[in-house]
């Protein structure tokens, strides 16, 4: 147990709809961080969090939103979904704000997997 | 951008050969470089990580060299097993934690 926390595991859902994937960062880390699992494109940085704040944002859609609240879990919304949009979504979390200096380990929860019909 | 590149994959190899996965990486200022690793069915989990020049990040076997004249990190293991099938992903820590494509792993008995 990586101490990050995701729901649900599995989710299963049709196109146009909308969803909510929830992460509870481990206990400590103020970021939170989503990332983006397909086959045929690798790991895609979504968007960070710190401390309730965004700090940056990657390629994430329009459809697509987050946000992180005031007892640090964070919650990922996916709208008007698509068939493309299945795929793992990872949370991450860690004890810093990001940035070159210092290493900055993320640890990650074990993933919600989203199947669009 | 920060960017990392992978050797592509799938790698195949029997067990008790040697590996080397390679990664490069593209950046402003010093960043620190990892490898994670995701076993089949969980999320990535740390596997070693270097914060400066020639420094050398182990764990479980595993070791990597951070180059900064070439600009690598090589993921190396001398002798694999079937257990260390996996993905493994070379990272750089920027605000965004760049990850690249990951080299799926299959160790043969």
């Known amino acids: 147990d990586s101490g990050v926390t995701q729901t649900p595991k599995h989710l299963i859902t049709a196109t146009g709809q909308r969803v909510t994937l929830r992460c509870s960062p481990r206990?400590?880390?103020?970021?939170v961080y989503w990332y983006q699992q397909s086959l045929d494109q690798g790991l895609q940085f979504l968007i960070q969090y710190y401390n309730g704040e965004e700090r940056a944002k990657g390629n994430i859609l329009e459809r697509f939103s987050a946000q992180q609240f005031p007892d640090l879990h964070s919650e990922l919304n996916l709208s008007s979904l698509e068939l493309g949009d299945s795929a793992l979504y990872f949370c991450?979390?860690?004890?810093?704000?990001?940035?070159?200096?210092?290493?900055?380990?993320?640890?990650f929860g074990a993933g919600s997997r989203l199947t669009v019909l | 951008g920060n960017s990392v590149t992978q050797m592509e994959g799938p790698v195949t190899l029997s067990e008790e050969a040697f590996l080397t996965i390679n990664c490069t990486y593209t950046a402003t200022g010093y960043p620190s470089l990892f490898w994670y690793v995701q076993y089949p069915g969980e999320g990535l989990q740390l596997l070693l990580k270097a914060t400066k020049a020639d420094d050398k990040g182990s764990n479980k076997g595993f070791e990597a060299t951070y180059r900064k004249e070439t600009t690598s990190f090589h993921l190396e293991k001398g002798s694999v097993q079937v257990s260390d099938s996996a993905v493994y992903f070379c990272?750089?820590?920027?605000?965004?934690?760049?990850f690249g494509d990951g080299t799926t792993l299959t160790v043969k008995p």
């Open positions: 206990s400590g880390d103020l970021s």
């Open positions: 990272a750089l820590s920027d605000t965004k934690s760049t």
């Open positions: 991450a979390s860690s004890d810093r704000t990001g940035g070159i200096a210092g290493a900055n380990v993320l640890t």
